[in-house]
């Protein structure tokens, strides 16, 4: 640096958080007698309008250039404080933040330490504030266009979002309907509206949408680059069925040799469909598939005389030949939707679900009361001898929830609501009918939640405050036992059917995902967001957003209001066109570089690569930096035998007299 | 090992316009000494042995060869080096080929399967040298040492060396040309050594290496042999920010052999080069075997075995042990 340093130093009281343990008027004397302090104050709040006037005031008044802000969290302000001097036209980057709050006053009691302590860590930043070099953000250039993983509900109304704002949308879908597990429900709490009846329209409005293209029975197989520029390649399965010649109309699902062998998928295995098939009635896009695990003439090239979908299909759109295929596309953003897989109850052996055909799960017990499912909405069971309507149902909810034993501490927040919903359906369906609910607590937290709660409950549904140890069969009656924890008094139920309130679990092949995109997990395995509360929607890898499901358990409303959140985040860069590049980055120094590449294996967000570089005639390999892609963690410097890959402003001749300062080292 | 096999194949390797030249060993210039052998061609090689007493890690010279910079319009020459390797050598190979260290195409390995070498420390103090020219070799079971064209026949476990008798991969894992069938591996010693450390106390095992590196010199021979420590720019050397202060006192030599053995944690082959050239006898062995052992337990994990693994230290899967971390 050319300029003598003139730092000043300021210090803030953060009301009391920092001024009720720390002396702060004690430390601002100190501060002045540092090396190169021209000023040092103290203020009320320093993030404040008015305290950051104070330090703009002292840059131009007394020709500062270099700030240390002693106060909170960089995470928490460093940007403020950045942006107020860069309004005096000094670098950004001259700042450093000393935290005596987290760090200092809200970890120590006793004031004279916490004040010794504060004096420390300012000194440190003092010290290392003189060698901070002038850096600049760069800008490049975002496309306006966006990628979204996972057509559910989440998935579609964030794809719908962007697509409305004027952006073209990439609606990749694994399986081969739109819909996700909001298709599968019956009717929906608190309001008891038809699921199919509200979403089948937003699935046809994507489908038709000029700024969606949806790629159903899609996978993503490839995704490289950064915020603004991320190069997709997403594999489309072959359905076998031609996608433009294929109308629907089913004949083909009809002569399939093997027509309605298979567990339907849908239908949670409790209905059948053929090899080929459609999800289900209102799948959008409207074409068939074939299922080639248990195509016959996939399978073993032989299908009697000829397949006969194809002799049924009158517009030839069967294909056996088809392959799958590729295409690849640049968008700005991403938005992860990939959803949730309902708990295996198998894993709660105690509760008899392998065992006994009339232990359903919530999602079967959907199926089985909506008129689209496989008895057409009649709640019936198979007893042994024949089909009955139940009369006596037990619910039991908190299945693979808040249950350590299966690894899930958390609650899915919605078995509650959607246990009072079915007891109610069958309420409505089987008025005779005896129903408990077997609970721990029951949290109707949302809105008209408490309200329908109550209305399950007068509609003569008996709650039992117990959690059930186990489940077995006496004659053709399941028995359920339990302790009723309120009255103290063990209870032995005798019930026809038994539905389990499963909850939902991370994506088993969320790993997948995870690696494409450099995604975390939070301590429930789900994705892990950006802050859980200012950030809930934003990643740690720039541009990538999440929605619904994938990121924690949510009813409805609460996705499709996370989905419209990522889809305005994820149209921000695409609205601006450009996306700022933070200039906080590692740095290679070339000439000690040995190519040994550690630092590109063991980067988090894929940010470096190894390149030949001409060295006085040998050509000999090194690691660079891609600044767009480099967070500026530092894994790779610590990485680095040879102390050649460092980030900016924290590189070792930086830190080392921070640390000095503390009078850790010599 | 059949000695004219060796030097045959050796010249003919030694003769390949590819290769710039060949690596290997021949005898010293008096008593037990046996010395690197540098062959530009053919005639380089007549001399080659391969014996008990070549203990020398010639990969250690792969990357000593300084790039010095080039009159404009001058081509690098991008032949291969060519060079005979024991087991543990072998590794050292396979070591600098996951750093990229060195590259594949710019190597001739020449197998040596290996039935053990001598401790040439205790070979000297039993059997001592004579200013005539000395040999070893392998009999069925031990060695026989001719000097003055005399022979002596010993018991292998005499003068195995330590480093041999805790050996896993006596036959090369890396190699484009084999010299002889491979030798049957034999059972790895237990490591005493390390598991004695091990149990000491935090004190007692304070008070024993710093009674050890209170006699280190600071020589820097044992990083000078050492086949894995290759940076151009050692970090131990840097002034600014000066890691390791020059002065030759318990706590600088701690640091210094502390933090070269913590950069060779998951990166050490264990040939044992280090404790071989070591003035001042220190157990340098002992503290990078026994950070072999850690990350074997912790994390399942062999440097030096297979080319195409990922580094250790670039490695991460999110059920790694972190119970040592304060």
Request: with cysteine.
């Amino acid at each position: 640096m050319t300029d003598k340093p003139k730092i000043g130093v300021y210090i803030c009281h953060c009301g009391i958080n920092i001024a009720s343990t720390v002396d702060v008027e004690t430390v601002e004397e100190y501060a002045l007698k540092l090396p190169n302090v021209e000023v040092a104050r103290t203020y009320s709040y320093m993030c404040s309008d008015p305290g950051q006037a104070l330090i703009k005031e002292d840059i131009k008044e007394n020709g500062l250039n270099r700030i240390v802000v002693a106060s909170c969290s960089p995470r928490m302000h460093e940007m403020t404080f950045r942006k107020a001097i860069q309004e005096t036209g000094l670098n950004p980057y001259f700042l450093e933040m000393a935290n005596i709050r987290e760090q200092c006053s809200w970890v120590h009691e006793e004031t004279e330490e916490a004040t010794a302590k504060a004096k420390k860590l300012i000194a440190a930043s003092v010290a290392k504030v003189r060698l901070l070099e002038a850096l600049e953000s760069k800008e490049v250039d975002a496309e306006p266009a966006a990628l979204v993983i996972g057509a559910g509900i989440a998935g579609i109304q964030a794809a719908l979002d962007i697509a409305d704002a004027g952006f073209k949308t990439y609606l990749v879908e694994k399986t081969p309907s739109v819909g996700g597990r909001m298709a599968q429900l019956d009717k929906t709490f608190p309001t008891l509206d038809c699921s199919a009846c509200i979403l089948t329209p937003k699935m046809v409005d994507c489908a038709n949408h000029p700024n969606i293209e949806l790629l159903s029975y899609s996978e993503v197989e490839e995704i490289n680059g950064f915020i603004g520029n991320f190069d997709i390649k997403v594999r489309k399965k072959a359905r076998y069925v031609d996608f433009d010649k294929c109308t629907g109309c089913g004949d083909c699902a009809k002569e399939c040799r093997v027509a309605d062998r298979f567990p339907s998928e849908f239908d949670q295995g409790m209905g059948k469909r053929s090899a080929i098939y459609l999800p289900f009635p209102q799948a959008v896009p409207a074409k068939y598939t074939i299922d080639p695990e248990n195509c016959l003439y996939l399978k073993r090239g032989k299908c009697g005389k000829g397949p006969k979908c194809q002799e049924a299909c009158g517009v030839g759109a069967i294909d056996f030949e088809q392959q799958d295929e590729f295409v690849e596309f640049r968008v700005g953003a991403i938005i992860v939707a990939t959803g949730f897989d309902p708990f295996n109850p198998s894993r709660k052996p105690e509760y008899g679900y392998d065992d006994y055909p009339n232990v359903i799960t919530g999602m079967e017990m959907e199926r089985l009361v909506s008129a689209s499912g496989p008895t057409g909405g009649k709640v019936v069971i198979d007893n042994g001898e024949e089909e009955i309507e139940p009369k006596e149902v037990a619910f039991i909810k908190c299945v693979g929830s808040r249950d350590e034993s299966v690894g899930n501490e958390y609650c899915s927040r919605v078995c509650c609501m959607y246990t009072a919903k079915q007891a109610h359906l069958i309420r409505e369906k089987l008025p005779d009918a005896n129903i408990r609910i077997y609970y721990m607590d029951v949290r109707a937290f949302g809105k008209g939640y408490e309200e329908f709660y109550d209305r399950v409950r007068r509609e003569n549904v008996r709650y039992i405050r117990g959690n059930p140890s186990e489940i077995f069969k006496r004659g053709n009656k399941l028995i359920v036992k339990a302790e009723n924890t309120l009255t103290s008094t063990p209870v032995e139920d005798e019930v026809d059917l038994v539905v389990l309130g499963v909850g939902l679990e991370p994506r088993a092949e969320m790993r997948q995902i995870m690696d494409l995109l450099r995604l975390s997990q939070s301590g429930d395995r789900f994705f892990l967001e950006a802050h859980p509360k200012l950030r809930p929607v934003d990643t740690a890898t720039e541009g990538v957003y999440l929605a619904g499901c994938c990121q924690g358990p949510k009813d409805i409303p609460d996705t499709v209001a996370q989905a419209k959140g990522a889809a305005s985040s994820a149209m921000i860069p695409l609205a601006k066109g450009k996306v700022t590049i933070d200039a906080q980055v590692a740095e290679v120094n070339e000439a000690t570089c040995r190519g040994c590449g550690f630092c590109v294996e063991i980067c988090p967000y894929t940010a470096i690569e190894m390149v030949t570089v001409n060295r006085f005639g040998h050509e000999i390999e090194v690691a660079r930096v891609n600044e767009a892609l480099c967070k500026g963690c530092g894994s790779c410097s610590a990485a680095c035998l040879s102390d050649s890959i460092q980030p900016k402003s924290f590189r070792d001749r930086q830190i080392l007299p921070q640390i000095a300062a503390l009078g850790v080292i010599k | 090992m059949d000695l004219d096999k060796l030097r045959e194949t050796a010249a003919e390797v030694a003769a390949r316009d590819d290769v710039k030249y060949l690596i290997g060993w021949e005898k010293g210039s008096y008593g037990y000494r046996v010395a690197p052998a540098f062959a530009e061609d053919a005639d380089g090689t007549a001399d080659m042995i391969f014996s008990p007493l070549c203990t020398a890690n010639l990969a250690t010279y792969l990357t000593l060869v300084e790039k010095l910079p080039l009159p404009r319009g001058q081509e690098p020459d991008n032949r291969k080096v060519a060079l005979m390797v024991k087991g543990c050598d072998s590794r050292a190979v396979a070591q600098l080929l996951v750093e990229k260290g060195i590259h594949r195409d710019e190597v001739v390995v020449i197998g040596c399967p290996c039935p053990g070498m001598v401790d040439p420390a205790l070979l000297s103090e039993k059997y001592p040298e004579t200013e005539e020219i000395a040999e070893l070799k392998w009999s069925d079971d031990g060695f026989i040492i001719v000097r003055n064209g005399e022979e002596t026949a010993v018991p292998r476990e005499e003068l195995l060396a330590e480093k041999c008798r805790l050996c896993r991969y006596p036959n090369p894992v890396v190699s484009d040309i084999m010299l002889d069938e491979p030798v049957e591996s034999w059972e790895p010693a237990e490591d005493e050594e390390v598991t004695e450390i091990e149990g000491k106390e935090v004190e007692g095992r304070w008070d024993y290496w710093q009674q050890e590196f209170s006699n280190c010199i600071r020589c820097y021979s044992c990083r000078n042999v050492c086949p894995l420590c290759y940076c151009q720019d050692c970090i131990l050397d840097r002034i600014n920010p000066s890691w390791v202060f020059r002065s030759v006192n318990f706590s600088e030599n701690t640091a210094f052999n502390i933090a070269r053995a913590f950069h060779l944690a998951g990166r050490c082959i264990e040939c044992g080069e280090c404790e071989r050239v070591c003035p001042a006898n220190i157990p340098l062995g002992k503290i990078n075997r026994k950070l072999a052992r850690e990350v074997r337990d912790k994390y399942g994990f062999e440097p030096g075995l297979d080319p195409e693994s990922e580094p250790f230290q670039a490695s991460y899967k999110p059920d790694d042990p972190e119970d040592f971390i304060l």
